[in-house]
């Protein structure tokens, strides 16, 4: 008996156009390791439409690397009845030519994704099919029409996904690649909207998953691993979740240790952070942006870099480590901004950060404006929307003197001396949180 398959292929791996930024990257020791972790984190989306496939479909799953040469073999070898593939924009031109590939070998394609949702248009003219949106509630369909051989140019569900009975994925696919950690979502979309993310927009408004379903999901993870680290793959965990007790305390009863991200006010809200670090949520990354702009780009959580940073002591002194995002080459960014940042950064608190350049994704408002600027740089196309590539024309520097200046600051705050002392402080705050614990067992 025929039994159709579907290969999930997830565009993974982190890509840098900048040579220089490339070599930094596998030399400091702060960025390798990270970077490591990132590109090994599972296709959670992909996973999720594979936990919805019905049993008379077989499934299995390809994490592309940059690097991986024979990609399009290895997806033909397995001769499915359909292609799914997802890809970030950075990586767009590479699964526009798998999907070339695979068609011109008569294997049917489908797109979804946030690329896929921003540019359809543009996705529509290199994939057989496309999934605009969430693509749970369109999936069945897109089967069933792979199967009958009659798939739609494009799929997009009347209404958002409402995560209130959510498929569980199928970690099982992603064991085999023995990634890192596993990824795991308990709410999608962020009600903040600041005008460089698209994440919050693109996929509809802010919504929670029922804490049954999560513990659900953390047991399907428990089955298959005990190295139970994982990464809440989440816009803004607790955005508006009220007190997420019920969250905190599934997530401490897994027993798990968590990386999530957030914002700087759930250092405003000290019922929180007394359950937070016990929940096993051992660091948050919160978006400290930058500090050229407070505003327009931060959205409903603009504030004072002074108050900001209160929050972020208060959270680490609940015993989380907070990963500061910072983005460079914001409008005003000068060699002078780019001076006060490094200073800020080797003196700061913070027990990690993470730097980016600012990139005018599609479907965001910062891409808009920008082009209506003209300040978009046409040669450089998707594979340089990395985040760590210039892409659109700085106001007070050239292309080359941001991209100088950036390379600058990664080099002095991820040397050696500068990573050693972030690590003292993350050390200090578990090794405080575990003596208050057990001062409290006692
Ligand atoms: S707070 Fe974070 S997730 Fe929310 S809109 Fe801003 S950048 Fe996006």
């Not at 031109?93 to 896929?116: K, N, Q």
């Not at 399907?220 to 139970?228: D, E, M, N, S, W």
Request: proline residues 6%; hydrophobic residues 40%.
């Amino acid at each position: 008996m025929f039994v159709p398959k579907v290969v999930f292929v997830a565009m993974a791996g982190i890509r840098v156009g900048n040579e220089r930024i490339r070599q930094l990257g596998m030399t400091l020791p702060a960025l390798t390791n990270r970077a490591s972790v990132i590109e090994r984190l599972p296709s959670l989306g992909l996973l999720t439409l594979a936990g919805m496939t019905p049993p008379d479909w077989t499934c299995s799953l390809i994490e592309a690397m940059p690097d991986d040469d024979d990609l399009a073999e290895r997806v033909l070898s397995e001769h499915p009845s359909l292609v799914a593939i997802s890809s970030l924009t950075a990586s767009a031109i590479r699964a526009y030519e798998l999907a070339g590939r695979m068609r011109s070998a008569h294997f049917p394609t489908v797109f979804g994704g946030l690329h896929a949702t921003s540019c359809p248009d543009e996705s529509s003219a290199y994939f057989d099919s496309v999934v605009i949106g969430d693509g749970e509630p369109v999936w069945p369909t897109v089967l069933a029409d792979a199967q009958f051989g009659t798939l739609r140019r494009r799929y997009q569900s009347p209404s958002p996904f409402s995560l209130a009975d959510p498929p569980t994925p199928r970690f099982d696919l992603a064991s085999t690649l023995r990634p890192a950690r596993f990824t795991l979502q308990t709410q999608r979309g962020c009600p903040w909207a600041c005008d460089f993310c698209g994440a919050s927009r693109l996929l509809g408004p802010h919504r929670t998953k029922p804490v049954s379903s999560i513990a659900k999901e953390l047991g399907a993870i428990g089955a298959i691993t005990k190295r139970l680290r994982i990464e809440l793959a989440d816009d803004n965990t607790f955005a508006g979740r009220g007190d997420s007790g019920s969250l905190l305390e599934v997530l401490g009863e897994s027993g798990i240790r968590y990386f999530t991200e957030s914002d700087w006010r759930i250092g405003e809200r000290p019922r929180l952070l007394e359950r937070l670090a016990a929940s096993g949520c051992e660091q948050v990354l919160i978006g400290i942006e930058s500090l050229v702009f407070r505003h327009p780009g931060m959205g409903a959580k603009e504030a004072s870099l002074d108050r900001i940073m209160d929050a972020v002591n208060a959270v680490q002194g609940s015993g989380v480590v907070v990963n500061g995002c910072i983005i460079v080459g914001a409008d005003g960014e000068s060699f002078e901004s780019l001076d006060r940042l490094e200073a800020f950064l080797l003196e700061c608190p913070l027990g990690e950060i993470q730097l980016t350049l600012e990139t005018p994704f599609p479907g965001t408002p910062l891409r808009s404006r920008l082009a209506k600027e003209g300040r978009l740089i046409k040669e450089r196309g998707w594979p340089y929307y990395t985040l760590f590539d210039v892409t659109h024309q700085p106001t007070l520097l050239s292309v080359a003197e941001l991209e100088s200046g950036f390379e600058r600051l990664i080099s002095s705050v991820f040397c050696q001396s500068a990573e050693h002392r972030r690590k003292g402080i993350r050390r200090r705050i578990w090794r405080e949180f575990r003596q208050r614990r057990m001062q409290r067992c006692k």
